[in-house]
């Protein structure tokens, strides 16, 4: 290191300019025109500077780094610094002939007296110029690799990037390298110059910036510190250099995981760092030691976050606040805020103690307010990019971001950059200087708008040249005030005057003309001066073409309260243009609502005349209101109700409406309360003084002209009575109105009895209920009397009538009436005929009754019976003990609620200890026991249960006259909470519900239950079976859930027999099933079910259309349009619906039949013979369970193919004619019929599978298919009438088993068993039939085998039984025809195709030819080569024939193509003739 001085070559012999303040050097430049401008901040070009910067680059070098201060220093790639005024002229060029070998400058720093510099270089050199002499004041070079590795100095070939001076002093400074080495330097000047140097960091990182802390406009002790902070990738560290290198704060950054710390070499990367000096401010005193000051802040980025630290002084002081001793206070760092910006922030500058600016990696430049935490976008970049330094990418290797540090500077508020060949200055725009700059550009709106924000404090955004404002009230917002309020007045003046000129071309706009409306009215507002917007304001929009758009802005401001009083030009105004349109009549109520209208303000005439045309009652009311009259608006808004024709009968008043809004001002004035806001009238007496006005206008003294006199109140009341009476509650159950009393003046003069002179009657003081309740009496009393003047309709005096003596019965004694008077509203509440007011009456009436009691009880039974009062006659037999009276009165009442109530009646009697009441009690059960159940039946039974007194066998005695109430009393009795059960019907199937297998414990013709059971039942066994009997009557339905709750319970109160016997009597089939089960008569059960099944079947047939088209032509042969649309149409929805009506019932049925198979295989296999250890008797016992199990599934599958063969049948039967509707009503049976065998046989497979040793599947399908030879004659009846044996019986029952058991296959539990059945019964016995059939024809049965049958392999003539065909397949022809009849069928071995899926006749054709020519010698097939001995006919019936055996078909015939007949069964459905087309 060298502390010694080396001289400076001056290269320029200019004048020095004069020493002048920093603020006037540039003042000049700054009022020369901008470059670029936006809303916040201004770029502007220094331009005698960048004018002389091409030069400077010839002579010097290429500008590499510049810094401001009261001059600019500018460091060039060739080592030298140039000093320069703002005017562009050099004052010293600093380098020599030593320095040409430092490299470029790569930073520089000037002194706090801006008199000496520090400059950093390329190749690691750092030098201390005294730049006013040109000379240097030292030089620290830069470390070698041959130095000791204690030597100080960057290491060599490492760019210094950045370098400062520490607090005021020009001797001690920092300076900083890539790598992340900073070094403190100290000029030590005694008797010689020395240099001392120590490393303050070095953690091989990579190094951001470091930054030491300059001092500022306020001493404080952090000046003695000597603080540095040092940004690196890794962390943040601050360190003191005075008196010893010490760390005081250090802060590490990690990821987002917070795990590993993240590098820059992961991704580009950049960080700033910037103090700010500690400042004098006015503010309260915090310590005795900082009173007035802002202590430095640092603010750094890492990345795109950003973190403010502040410095504290943790001082030792006593409990009044001084300090103790002399000690300094301790420094501590706090976060004060942190945030994240848009993106990663390259460099960070205070510009105030208040504000921080920072630009972004793509040149965007923000400030943040730390006192309010507002961030805001002030400009992007200058008009030329900035240039920034790759200094870390080229000393490390690591890519990371450019660094500004040395291409941008701040001082004194101002942002200096250099951009490519010029130099720029930027500063935030004064709030005057933005103003004007938005009415400079024509944007007056935005500008008044940006006032209004400035002088409101209330911008969100950065604002320059105005005092902050702490609080409403304080000193800041006051000189704000003062400074923009005038300002802002001129705006609005100026805009006025511009866009709503009369000479401007082109017109404004509307949106324009209401945007600068919006504008001013805010503006007015905000400073509180209303004059200026009723006079400029408002006069400048009085023209026609700006008035509606101006009125229609201030709208919503009266509406919302910010403005309540308007002068009466405006009001005027306000009348004429919104009450001249129709769409703004409403908005004109609610503004005229809305304002304060005062007394002597506006013209009241021209008011209420308006609202009085317009129809703005509200507004008409309040208007009258406010005026001190609250009698004026009644009449007028009365008269208009009545002309809109609000009748009594209206259900709902619109809230608009006149009448709505009488009744609201009644609500309100009477609770003395301001309309129609609510708000209680002040001062008090004016309030009462309203209140009472009103109520003697609606309720006046009575007369003897009640008509005329009630005429207000009779007027109300044909408006909405019950909404009068309603508003009445409301206002007399108001507290208020307790303390309103009125002086009730005599109406006429009363004549003495005995002199005849006329008498004045004194002034009365009454209550506002008594006054009430007084007119309503007088008016109802009239009205009643005089029915032919009508005053009142009929329900009007009832609900007045009973609105009154409510008020009289529950406000006594505060109303008071005479005996009279309660004696004449007694025959009005009795006498009245109004039955839509009876409920009223009655309740009114019981008050009345219970508050004055007659004399005598009994005279009032006959009248109030007649009144239909049945409460009150209650009343009255319970007062004379008549309980069988008092409890009959409940059921004369028409309310169902009340009925109901006798139940309770009747507990309540039953309970009490009195004898008489008791055994009226039982009498009156016994002889209303019917009527009783109507009302309910569950009721009733739980009143039976509770009153000892009584029992259900009396009460079902009583009902046996009423078998279906009886029913009903029964059912609540003995099954009390039953399901849901749909009621039995002849289109429904029946519930075929059988007992789970636990339950199966039959007692043949006894109980269901043993004896020492049924003692568990409380009611008789013979209760429960009447109670079946009627269930079979009355609801089917229930039968069976009820028979299966009983058997769940444990607990069956039913002899089997009983329950047989009565279910076959009202043919309750399942029911009948249960039974039948129950006793182990399951053949019975069967039977039952397949009865229904038959049933069915025989309403599907009468239930498809037989209709075809040739009975639908007319007489002439012409087919109608409806008739050929019928034809075509297909089935209706609603034969459809019928027909899957019967189709359900039938599936039901067939399922319930599976059912009672299953239950029979557990039940019988269950079971064992008594002599359990005989060998033989077990065999014999299971060989009957096995014949009799087989026998019960070969029923079940006779039945469902025998049906299925019938539909079939008649579907290939229907001739080409037949109604489309005709032919899809039978497929779709023979779709669901398929769809029911094949329930039946899935049922069967899992019922006979090899764990079971019962059923054996080769033996049904055996016994289904064999029906005996064609010598049996009772077989072949049997055949001709079901049709159940044909050829294909095999291959079909072979393709529905093979789909059963592959549904089996999907499930996992059931593999193995689906494996064996596979394997050695189902396919087994299939594959041994098919071999010896060929395509299902059936062969003669083991009991009489034909001697003509050569082989088992051929088929034969079932007239000389002799063979048709011999099998002759051979291997080749076999697989050339594989390809072809893969066509039509699986070649699985496994399965044979049914015929029948084939829909189109000529693929069942395709594939009979297939078949035979597979199976059968090909010439069989040719007509040509074959003997006519040898020509055969075969049928889809099973039968076959030789054409010369069948007797009278004669060769012409078939070649005629007629069908011939099947002579076994009368089949003409022909499958194949050799010679013929089949």
Known sequence: MESDTEPSTPVSTLEATPETEYENRIANLEAAPTQSTTEYFSWQQLADISERLTGLGEQYGA?????????????????????????????????????????????????????????????????????????????SRPRQASDSPDAAGHPAGTAITCVGFIGASRHRYISGSGGGLVLYHHIVRRLLTTMSTQPLASDGGVLFEAAALARGTHACVTDDLGLVAILTDSSITIVKTRHGVEQQYRAGFQTAEGTRRRTVARRPYAGSVAWQSAQRIERPATTPAESDAMLPKLAYSWGAHIHILAVHLDYNVSGNGTALGSAAPRV?????????????????????????????????????????????????????????????????GTEAEPSYAAAMCVHRRRLFAHCGSALYVGRLLMWAERLELLATQGQLVDAIALATGFYQARTGQIVVGLPRVQRAGDAGQLRRQALVGGRLADLMRRALQSTLAVDRTPRATDAEVRALATVCVQACLALSDMQILF?????????????LAFLETVEPFILSGAITRVPAQMLNALIDVFGSMLSHVQRLGAVLYALDLQHGEFDIDRVLGCCRKLRLWRTFARVWLDLGDPIAPVASIIAAAAQENELLDREQLDDEAPGAVILDYL????????????????????????????????FPPATDDAKSTFHTLRALLAIDTERLLETLGHILNDPFTSYINLIVKPSSPQTSRDSGRALRRASQVKSLVQVV????????????????????????????????????????????????????????????????????RENAFELLFKLNPPPVYADYIDRVRCAGFFRVLEHIYYTLGQFEDALRTFLDHPDFAQRRAVFAAIQDLGAASRPHATESVCRFVVSNAAELVEVDADAFVETIEAVEALDHSSVVDALNEHPQLQFSYMRALLDPAPEQHTPSDERLPPNIGLPDEQHIVVYPFQSLVPDNAQSANKFPQALHERYLELM??????????????????????????????????????????????????????????????????????????????????????????????????????????????????AERCIGGCVDVCKAALTRLGKDTPNDASSDEAQSKYRSLVSTQLCDLWLTLLRTA???????????????????????????????RQRWMLQTVLDALIFAASPASSFISLRHIIQQLIVTGTPNDKAHVDIVKQSGAARSLDIAEIQHLLAVAVSAYKTEAQLMALTNVLVDYDLFTTFAQLVRSQKQGWRVPTDAQPSPA??????????????????????????????????????????RVLDLHIFEDRSAQWKWMKLRTASTFDPYLGSSTRQKAADQVVLFKCGHGFHQHCMPGLAHKDLASGCAPECVQCADRSTVFRTGATG
């Open 63 to 139: 500008l590499t780094t510049v810094c401001t201060g009261d001059y600019v220093a500018l460091g060039t790639e060739r080592g030298s610094v140039v000093v320069t005024d703002y005017l562009g002229r050099v004052k010293m060029a600093l380098g020599s002939a030593a320095s040409a070998a430092y490299g470029a400058v790569s930073a520089l720093a000037f002194s706090a007296d801006h008199m000496v510099l520090v400059a950093g270089y390329a190749q690691g050199f750092v030098v201390v110029w005294d730049w006013a002499k040109g000379t240097t004041a030292a030089v």
């Open 332 to 396: 501590q760092f706090e976060r004060e805020t942190e945030w994240t910006a848009i993106e990663d922030v390259v460099f960070c500058r205070w510009i105030d103690p208040t504000t921080l600016l920072y630009m972004t990696q793509s040149q965007r430049v923000f400030v943040f307010e730390t006192q309010f935490a507002q961030e805001t976008e002030i400009s992007t970049a200058p008009p030329a990019r900035i240039v920034g330094r790759a200094w870390v990418t080229l000393t490390t």
């Open 535 to 547: 006079t400029d304001v408002f006069e400048s929009f009085a023209s026609e073409p700006y008035r």
């Open 667 to 698: 609500d309100m004035v009477m609770r003395g309360r301001s309309y129609p806001d609510g708000q209680l009238l002040k001062p008090q007496a004016r309030a009462e003084a309203y209140s009472a006005r009103v109520a003697q206008l609606v």
């Open 773 to 840: 309740v007084d007119a309503l009496h007088a008016l109802t009393m009239a009205a009643h009397s005089h029915p032919e003047q009508n005053i009142l309709a009929p329900r009007q005096i009832g609900l007045l009538t009973s609105f009154a003596l409510i008020l009289y019965a529950t406000r006594f004694p505060l109303v008071y009436l005479t005996d009279a008077t309660v004696s004449e509203w007694s025959d009005v509440l009795l006498t009245l005929n109004d039955t839509s007011t009876r409920v009223e």
């Open 1032 to 1145: 079979c009557q009355y609801s089917p339905g229930a039968v069976l859930p009820y028979l299966k709750q009983h058997a769940d319970q444990g607990v069956e109160p039913l002899r089997l027999a009983s329950v047989q016997t009565v279910c076959v009597r009202y043919g309750v089939t399942d029911g009948l099933v249960w039974a039948l089960v129950r006793l182990g008569d399951f053949s019975a059960a069967l039977l039952t079910l397949l009865k229904e099944v038959d049933s069915e079947t025989s309403r599907v047939r009468a239930a498809v259309p037989e209709t075809s088209n040739a009975e639908l032509t007319l007489p002439d042969g012409v087919v109608s349009d409806e008739q050929e649309i019928q034809g075509h149409a297909g089935l209706t929805d609603a034969g459809r619906e019928r027909l899957e009506d019967h189709l359900r019932v």
């Open 1201 to 1231: 193919l025998s049906h299925l063969h019938a539909t079939n049948r008649t579907l290939d039967a229907l001739p080409d004619v037949t109604l489309s509707a005709t032919r899809e009503a039978w497929q779709l049976v023979s779709s």
């Open 1349 to 1390: 049958l050569s082989t088992r392999h051929d088929l034969c003539c079932l007239e000389c039984r002799t063979p048709l065909f011999a099998d002759q397949r051979q291997e080749h022809v076999m697989a050339k025809l594989r390809g072809q009849i893969a066509q039509y069928y699986e070649t699985s071995a496994l």
